[in-house]
């Protein structure tokens, strides 16, 4: 593999902004030091006063394949990503068919490893499919879930019972589960008494702050029981963040070790109900869009440490599917391109410092699914995997969906500011300078914890 120079570049190191060198070599990154001019790589990269630091992992993607390739397939998502300064993705498994037993987790696993430009994990999806835990684990799955409390794309939802008994069993497999924290019982009495309003805006009242409260008040419930790790996936008010910054204080005082992490998305930090007006029905996700107070809490909690991570759940659908009454419209919005250039301009703008936005975009998903211990993923550092971004803070742009590479074709970002990346290093290989540059089938599987480790 080429060994790569970065030179004339910053990077954040030790804990501060300082300029430096990085050499690659084999695909991982050999030293980091303020000047490497001795060493004679086969490429050399002038950063030109640069920024170099980790790539993306999106813990939280639905690539729709196999069953929906018209949104999105392996190679598109995964273009998408790279484009975007992300090289490692987690899939969930509400695709067709579902990822919840050996033959789907194969079918879905050979067109990943097809396709895929940069490396992957997939997860195994529960639902009336308890006995197969075990076997998706030994497969290889990264995590369970999207593990959904209501309805939402895919129908993948439980019951209460189910949930428990799942979350026993991964208990027992020493998995972590992502839990998609709605109740149900909430979710149908507000569309009960909001059937009439079809106005866009109901969607968040009918998925409201208590349905996303309430379900999570009951899951944590349920894992102090168990002592199941549990992953809370786009959480989105201010309910959820408290009861889960409460936990995390409890077990800080407690001495012990967290169980509980959580992720926000993009779309609950930079978009809020004000954004019904412009986007219509192609604002509507799961859980959907809240109000400023909301937004505002989330952010807080970005910076405090309460959130774990940021993910994109990048859901993409055409213009066509979602050019519906808002009942009628699939829940959903593209985000995997978009999610390391929105938060680089939050850094530009002060919102939150570059050290926590690297930890919440690389570090900690890395650490929350072992993707550092087992794949070297996440951590910028020597002997761990080149997978980095050079960016240029100076040269803000204007999302343009048309310069986008999902098939969905519309951002609902669509004219904000962000920065994107000049250049996405994966495993030592340029695979994005102004187009993408790797092919088909580049990107690696990254086996779960529980897939039987190779002997020497």
Known sequence: MTDILIKN??????NFLQPGEILINNGKIERIAKDLSGSDPDLLIDAKGALTIPAGIDAHVHFREPGMTQKEDWHTGSCSAAAGGITTV????????PTVDKSSFKEKLKLAKRKSVIDFGINGGVTQNLESLSLLWELGVTSFGEIFMAESTGGLNICEEDFAEAMGIIKELDAVACIHAEDENLRLENEKLLKKDLSPSSHSRIRSNLCEGYAVEKALEVIAEKGTRSHFCHISTLEAIGQIRKERYVAASENRAHTVTCEVAPHHLFLSTRDWD????????????????????VMNAVNDGTVSSIASDHAPHTEFDKDLDIRSAPSGVPGVETLMPLM?????????????MIEVTSRNPAHIFGLDTRHSKGV??????????????????TIKADRLHSKAGWSPFEGMDAIFPEITIAR?????????????????????????EEED
């Open 278 to 297: 412009r986007l219509g029905t192609f604002g509507k996700m799961n859980p959907p869009l809240r109000d400023r107070r909301n937004v505002k809490a």
């Open 380 to 397: 910028f550092a020597e002997g761990y995997d080149a997978d980095l971004i050079i960016v240029d803070t100076r040269n803000a742009t």
């Open 428 to 452: 030592g290989e340029v695979i994005w300078e102004e187009e993408v540059l790797a092919e088909k089938g580049r990107g690696k599987f990254l086996e779960g914890q529980g897939y039987p």
């Open 90 to 97: 987690v899939e969930h498994p509400n695709t067709i068919p």
């Open 9 to 14: 570049t910053k990077v954040f190191y030790n």
């Open 344 to 356: 680089l301009m939050a850094v530009k703008k002060n919102i939150l410092p570059i050290g926590r």
